[in-house]
């Protein structure tokens, strides 16, 4: 099969998440990056775009360069990743939708819910993906739960309660780090904190495991570090549109948390429990019966499950390769198949509106409040 | 050290609790039972009694004959423990503390709040001690927590989050079985189920831990299976009086939770992790600094942890030690010590003050209130 | 029910072994401490004895004169507890049969299997109980899964893996301390350091569970601490009279490892696994399926299991009432039940033969000895 | 940076280890795969490379075709992976080293001590690099274990414990399975089974952690399934060059155990404790002091640790990526750079060496024998 072409917006030299991108893309042999954007300093971007490989003709020294470029090229690329910083993500993923280009957008995907609703409109016209990173939700395991709760195992989902807490912003001394400070200064970060970083992921998942939206949601916002504007800390009680209960705490002060994204989902006939930092066992108990251990790999999974994990039973697979996941269904999509579980731009304007609604509740002291996109209600 | 003298009321044969306070009583020689009135019928508690080596004149029919009685010997027990249900505590307590007996309860202390502080002024003006079970508060690793907060060890304390949630009343198939119905009929239970039969366990410890009181909080509260009155799942945010945040979940639909009472404290410089189903450890991680496992029993605890436990570092001590540490206290107490870390009164009607504002805050969908009992506005 | 009358001989003022045995006597009310030579200084142990309320006539300055004066009383002691240096359990234990007095005797119960057998002898002459105190054998969970092998749930016992590890005796800058020191001196300790003290715990268990009995064994010895004479870590390969092979490693140099004593056992169709730092639970795993997370208090474990328990589900218990439960086995056999479970004189020798032929073995650089006493072979 | 130029043999169609390989040398963009004989079916294998995107002559239709071509090539590829049936590895790497080219040889390297040594010395004499795939010694946390005794940080390694155990083959009505057969089948496996399918990479392990060499051996096989002539159980003990005690157990009956290869080290002055199923973290202990949890990722590590984990800290990396390590250090080492910690010739003839001494040592009960090729001794 052929490599499919892959441009890259963001993730210079020094980013994080910009080699997590190219493992992901480039892990399966599904894609061979050929063009990219990488910086917001040209030349720079351009010399570190030709020591991966991609041609000086595609190293691009902004991305309306590359957008002009790409789409007047024949062999112009199948798939664009936006990886620059978060005010950005909005223009940049309309501008290659429009132009027909196939994209992944880094979370959140945008600033507002009006935006967001601006481009689930734009993907929907262009007949473009547009996905967003949830990578989580692309873990084997995470799909076994989402493929057992639709298939009834557990019933009616009455619970869901999770967290993604850590204390990697605990230091109070090291909180005016520049590293540090902007996620929790609204001029650089938006309307919240840690919700908007963090949160939004455990509570995609709990969307996504439960195969329900949030409905309405009601939040308790924090500032345990004083000098802080937006909140390092909260906790958001939701309901779904199935009546399902959900509880979400996040944190950044967390000290001695690493990276605490844990999901239980509780329904009448069962539960889960699954935790990111041990994303290759599921522990699922049948009501009245002992709790089992789940293997990925193990026998009788989801064709889902199995199709998503590469090395055998008890051979841990890890983030890299979740997001290596997602960049797998987008191959498979763009070749034409299904795209159901790739996280969309449905999914990043929800992530916004209940964001908004979290900070317009958590500032009337936890009003309850619609948290839905104004277009989903 | 001569044996204390001992008294018990209700804990008859067939009930839980029961052996669970013998065992505590007994465990480390301090208490010897002589009395009891342990059943609503008087003669099979009188049976009871006798089979447990009371002598006859003392196993009584009921609690007022026991109270009379013994009022009137010289030999007069020297505690009484209260182990009827929940609906009785107020007046057997008051009775017998009026009577100059110390008084050990079972948690709930009263059924309100009024209750509560009448047996708070009671108990003050007898001068006699009258501890509530708290008993998780009472584990070796616990007391070594306090004290490490108390120490200044974590600095100033800035959430404190904590579950107590299990599944065994999760199968909606058994939720008429009577010894599950009556905990969600306010005719039985009072004005909330879950959060005071298993929340206020985990809002003491929070309390206890942090050396700070409960100010005022919001609740959700859920019944998950629908033909419950009362709540079955819970969510409390509170605010302590020195500014610490607190986020408590209790849950009994939580299918494959065993009995998850896990605390987490934070603070400025250091955090905890304790969970009950493994009690000997606390995960302490200084900020900036790896996790590290502290054992019960290893050198260099706190005098109060080390006085605590009983047998060899990595020997586990569990939860029927936690009962006996109530007792080592009770009678060091009543010898003339410190009653210092004793769950008292006072814990107990701070408890029902809790329960009456997270029932009133869930009625009003989480309308924050004052959650202090009015003698301590 | 009468308390049964019990006495002491060592466990005085600052022993730890004492308390865990008054603990465990007297937790479930069976037992009543009345008579005790507690300390080889006689005037410090009767006070002692006093202390503990036993009352003067029967608080004794030695053994030899408790002997004596136990067994002209009527209401001579039901139960004599030896619990003094390892190399006085023979002469006190077989002094106390001969009289007609059930013993319970702390391991190893002799220091050669001569005198092992000889007290097997004189045990089943007198028709008198010989307990030896392999306490670990007592946890419910450990019962369950004896109950489970028998009754064929994972078929033939294939294997036992087994280990009783930890690193209290690693720091060779301690290895002075008197504390630690007679442990690897031949002239106190016998031939055998690590594994005759913690080994055979280890060794008792896999037969315990398998219901089986070691037959022959290979050992390899080693002094990580050169100072040592005798061994602070071996390993030992052994054969059960069913063909079972079995795998158990001792250390006491093991830094980091606090207690570990695990085993695992494998049949044909399952496997199970066991950790006293976590004795309320068994990983167990049917051959082609999930493991299972078995709880201590759940529905449907054996009636041994649930004899043995006290608190429900997830209310962890100890090591303290593990050997209690050995005093709940002694006073159901005292009144005439069923002794089955309880380790005894022949475990008794059977442990010491075992450390025999494993110095034997070790010796001859692991060579293949005969495991047995002489009298079962 | 340009991609270096791979090729493959073996690793065609449905093979598991296949997909490994590729993952591991494109995740990093190091290699690119250009030539290939994947497939003793020569037309199958030709077809399948097409399929990754190999030129049609480049994909070849089996390893002599390729060689020869390859040879003759200006743009050879950079390395060649063997990744064919055990009995063929020798063969192919030796022709392949012998012609120039850098190798990664598939586990285990030869079949016979005496090929071991000679792919040592063609190596050698061809100045090229032969690695062997030990991937488990590239987990960042294994180079920090390795770094940290390097430096002293535990003092001389006293012991090391390790085990590689599962139950993936403990089912006796599977063994017939040709999957499962061969391994324990002299015909197809060669001298031994289990030992040498898993035991080689924990021994490995504890030398690669130690650094030090294992001098003599003495081993108990066990066939627990009857059917089979090679042991599916072993337990193997050593001793190194510096005196170090190692204690090795592999299993493939352990039902339950999923692939529990854990080792730990003890030194003079602290011990480890690593597992692969959690290879982010690594248990540490300072003699005296607390058990730290080391997090893969954590400020402070080495740079070996560091260079070799690609997300940060709490994201974890599992085994694919540490495949794709050994290949991050093969480009490392082809580029110019060291080629210090990558398991090469040397360690596969060790491994051989070992194997061989475990068999003959199991075959005289247990009888110490030395565990060096010849070269070594």
């Not at 360069?65 to 024949?74: F, K, N, P, V």
């Not at 989402?146 to 869901?160: F, N, P, S, T, Y």
Request: aromatic residues 8%; contains cysteine; charged residues 25%.
């Amino acid at each position: 099969m052929m490599k499919l072409k892959w441009g890259m917006i963001g993730g210079g030299e020094g980013s994080q998440i910009g080699p997590a991108h190219r493992l992901g893309a480039q892990a399966d042999g599904n894609f061979e990056l050929v063009a990219g954007a990488l910086d917001h300093d040209a030349e720079k971007g351009r010399k570190y775009a030709e020591s991966l490989g991609i041609s000086p003709d595609r190293a691009y020294g902004n991305w309306r360069d590359m957008l002009a470029a790409e789409s007047a090229r024949e062999d112009r690329v199948d798939l664009v990743t936006v990886a620059t910083p978060n005010a950005t993500h909005f223009e940049i993923t309309k501008a290659f939708l429009d132009a027909g280009f196939h994209v992944l957008c880094e979370k959140p995907m945008t600033m507002t819910v009006e935006q967001g609703e601006e481009i689930v409109q734009v993907a929907e016209e262009a007949g473009k993906i547009c996905a967003v990173n949830y990578c989580y939700s692309a873990y084997p395991m995470v799909r076994e739960m989402r493929h057992m709760v639709a298939q009834g195992e557990i019933g009616k989902v009455r619970l869901v309660v999770t967290n993604f807490s850590h204390g990697h912003h605990g230091d109070a001394t090291d909180a005016d780090n520049p590293r540090v400070r902007w996620r929790y200064d609204p001029e650089m970060a938006g309307v919240s904190g840690q919700f908007a970083d963090c949160g939004i992921h455990a509570l995609h998942m709990a969307s996504f495991i439960a195969g329900d939206e949030v409905r309405e949601l009601s939040a308790d916002f924090a500032s345990a570090i004083d000098s802080r504007v937006l909140e390092d800390d909260a906790m958001v009680n939701f309901r779904m549109e199935g009546g399902t209960v959900g509880r979400l705490w996040t944190s950044s002060v967390a000290i001695g948390r690493q990276h605490g994204f844990d999901i239980q989902v509780f329904g009448e006939t069962g539960g889960f429990r699954w935790a990111s930092e041990q994303p290759n066992q599921v522990y699922y108990t049948p009501v009245g019966g002992r709790t089992q251990i789940m293997e990925k790999g193990e026998n009788g999974l989801s064709d889902e499950a199995t199709r998503l994990s590469r090395v055998a039973i008890a051979h841990p697979e890890g983030f890299p390769l979740a997001v290596a996941n997602i960049y797998v269904d987008l191959a498979a999509a763009i070749r034409g198949g299904s795209s159901g579980n790739l996280p969309n731009a449905v999914d990043g304007v929800r992530s916004m509106a209940a964001v908004y609604a979290a900070v317009a509740s958590a500032k009337e002291r936890g009003k309850w409040v619609d948290a839905r996109p104004p277009m989903f209600r």
